[in-house]
């Protein structure tokens, strides 16, 4: 089964700065890839995913990922990190192309402080 | 606003206890999950239904069941709780069964088992 790797469990930036979210996945194609964001007390929502085509994928609140198959890697980044981007991370990886959606694996997630 | 609701939001449990954690959605979608949270692991999932009337076991069923009566109810019963079952329980749905289709989730209930 495929399986997703955070090696970050807690990063802190500074508002403005630059943030890079690192995930490494392990799966034997080139899988369906996702970020998810988590605000505390909340559920998940996704921020971008992955298919095919263009390896960097634009997602929601300015954020995007590069999907690099020779690293098997889906970074996150984000140019300047607002106060709001508090919140915890998850990469997770899909299933196979005609399987169905029940084997999607998460990464543990990084936690996200941001400095005033 | 169109989602997925949970109930109860919390809850402290006695072990050896019956509990069932709610799930409706209203969005019409087919497939519906059940995942637990837990520090340091992530999103384990524990059941799914990929259509009503159809339940499926996920990487960690043992202590739990399922049932998908109708499109828009998904609960999950544990039957008799233990305290290893103490996490986050997140509700999720997606349109398609297919792979790569976004889940949806619900706000979650958290669940402690003493």
């Known amino acids: 089964a495929q399986s997703v790797t955070q090696p970050d469990i807690h990063i802190t930036v500074s508002e403005g700065a630059s943030l890079e979210l690192r995930c490494n996945y392990s799966y034997g194609a080139t899988p369906y890839l996702f970020w998810y964001v988590q605000s505390p007390g909340q559920g998940l929502q996704l921020l971008l995913k992955y298919f095919s085509g263009d390896t960097l994928v634009q997602g929601i609140k300015g954020f995007e990922a590069e999907f690099k198959r020779s690293q098997s890697s889906f970074n996150l980044r984000k140019p300047s990190v607002h106060w709001s981007d508090a919140a915890e991370y998850f990469c997770a990886v899909g299933a196979l192309r005609g399987r169905n959606n029940n084997d999607m694996r998460f990464g543990a997630g990084t936690r996200l402080t941001v400095k005033p | 606003i169109a989602g997925i609701t949970q109930a109860p939001t919390s809850q402290i449990l006695a072990a050896g206890r019956r509990m069932t954690l709610r799930c409706t959605q209203d969005?019409?979608?087919?497939?519906m999950y059940w995942y637990r949270q837990d520090l340091g692991l992530g999103l384990r999932l524990i059941h799914y239904s990929n259509t009503a009337g159809t339940t499926g076991k996920g990487e960690v069923p043992d202590g739990y069941s399922v049932s998908r009566a109708n499109t828009d109810d998904f609960p999950l019963t544990l039957a008799s709780a233990v305290p290893s079952q103490t996490s986050v329980y997140f509700c999720a749905s997606s349109d398609s069964d297919g792979a790569g289709s976004e889940q949806f989730f619900g706000p979650g209930t958290r669940l402690t088992v003493l």
């Open positions: 969005m019409r979608h087919n497939a």
